[in-house]
T-cell receptor, first 111, second 113 residues
């Protein structure tokens, strides 16, 4: 089993929809979780950073960590065409404690 | 002000050549990283430097050598370039080594002819 699994999509939604992006991870010892947004030909941009379980909200974005099921989610409310990008989940883990990324989910928000 | 900047943005070169990519961060972070993003967009760690000391070296060929002249800079030198080296290389930095969010540059797109 891969350490971080993420459905690559693509995911296409109409403007204004609520988007749910998800990842699962393999090791219950992982504690730090991040979501990045990557536009085409740009570097990953940090969106959300959470520690342990629970929810964190920032504007239209909510990150959720469920450590009991090893599941992390990113919700985007009132999605906009400018949200069209690839979203990457990440956590610190691996054999040397480095940051491990999911493969990314490509999101397209249609006007 | 760009937090993490890389040069060049694009690099097109012949197989067998030696090339360098430069990275600078103005965030005052202690740790810097190099990642490789392949054609399937998968990001994988290559190296990490903490206070100029190498602390991660994943299974990367020794043709790749990171050099850190100071904690704000981390360069990547690649010898004897191969076709499989074509990828996007990202530099990143974080306040500390583990647990902190990492901030990325916009990448260097390397194409080997």
């Amino acid at each position: 089993q891969k350490e971080v699994e993420q459905d690559p999509g693509p995911l296409s939604v109409p403007e204004g929809a609520i988007v749910s992006l998800n990842c699962t991870y393999s090791n219950s010892a992982f504690q730090y979780f991040m979501w990045y947004r990557q536009y085409s030909r740009k570097g990953p941009e940090l969106l959300m950073y959470t520690y342990s379980s629970g929810n964190k909200e920032d504007g239209r974005f909510t990150a959720q960590v469920d450590k009991s099921s090893k599941y992390i989610s990113l919700f985007i409310r009132d999605s906009q065409p400018s949200d069209s990008a690839t979203y990457l989940c990440a956590t610190y883990g691996g054999s040397q404690g480095n940051l491990i990324f999911g493969k990314g989910t490509k999101l397209s928000v249609k006007p | 002000d760009t937090a993490v900047s890389q040069t060049p943005k694009y690099l097109v070169t012949q197989m067998g050549n030696d090339k360098s990519i430069k990275c600078e961060q103005n965030l005052g972070h202690d740790t810097m990283y190099w990642y490789k993003q392949d054609s399937k967009k998968f990001l994988k760690i290559m190296f990490s430097y903490n206070n100029k000391e190498l602390i991660i070296n994943e299974t990367v060929p020794n043709r790749f050598s990171p050099k850190s002249p100071d904690k704000a800079h981390l360069n990547l030198h690649i010898n004897s370039l191969e076709l499989g080296d074509s990828a996007v290389y990202f530099c990143a930095s974080s306040q500390e080594w583990e647990g902190q969010p990492q901030h990325f540059g916009d990448g260097t797109r390397l194409s080997i002819l």
